[in-house]
């Protein structure tokens, strides 16, 4: 369904800065794991959205192309409550690749999402929102998408989080894929 521009109202943190110190880190990670290489600066800012550009509004798990869908998924979580986000899935002979952005909703909101798409999820790469989550929840997640979700490999980015790159790291073992800038990952 496609909406006038002038109705969509672009969300999150657009304009906006945060203190270098918001998330928490691990100093156990190689320097290259961290965010900064471990100094993060003293004020993180960010850029303003498109303002030229031509958004469509989906509300739906679409096909874009053959093999590849955008699927959307809405917060139900405090402090990004009713935040929409979308990701995209690529069908492969292996599995799904989910490339996700922050994973507001959750990664297992969007895994779930996916199953309208295939129902294995092959490959997670993107940010999972877990950078001031608690260790117990870390796990929690981490464990579900390896022995519930069953996805194979794990390749978690920016909000992710030292504390979580960790525990993925530990669960995922051999699976786990570092997905800093400049990485280079092979897919089926």
């Not at 110190?21 to 290259?32: C, E, G, K």
């Not at 990004?80 to 990664?107: K, Q």
Request: with cysteine.
């Amino acid at each position: 369904m496609q909406r006038p521009n002038k109705r969509l109202k672009l969300a999150g943190v657009f304009g906006a800065a945060l203190p270098g110190t918001f998330y928490r880190s691990d100093s156990t990670l190689p320097s290259r794991m961290r965010y900064f290489d471990g100094h993060p600066p003293a004020e993180l800012t960010f850029g303003t959205a498109w303002p030229a550009a031509h958004f469509v509004w989906v509300d739906s798990v679409t096909e874009v192309a053959p093999g590849v869908s955008i699927i959307p998924t809405v917060s139900q979580k405090p402090g990004t409550l009713e935040l929409r986000e979308l990701s995209l899935a690529l069908r492969t002979p292996s599995g799904l690749i989910l490339l996700v952005g922050c994973s507001h909703p959750g990664i297992e909101t969007i895994v779930d999402a996916s199953t309208r798409v295939a129902d294995h999820v092959y490959l997670i790469l993107g940010g999972l929102h877990l950078v001031i989550t608690p260790d117990a929840e870390i796990e929690r997640v981490a464990t579900a998408l390896h022995d519930h979700w069953h996805v194979d490999r794990i390749g978690p980015g920016h909000c992710t989080g030292e504390p979580a790159f960790a525990t993925l790291q530990r669960v995922f073992a051999a699976q786990y894929v570092y997905a800093g800038l400049g990485s280079t990952i092979d897919v089926p």
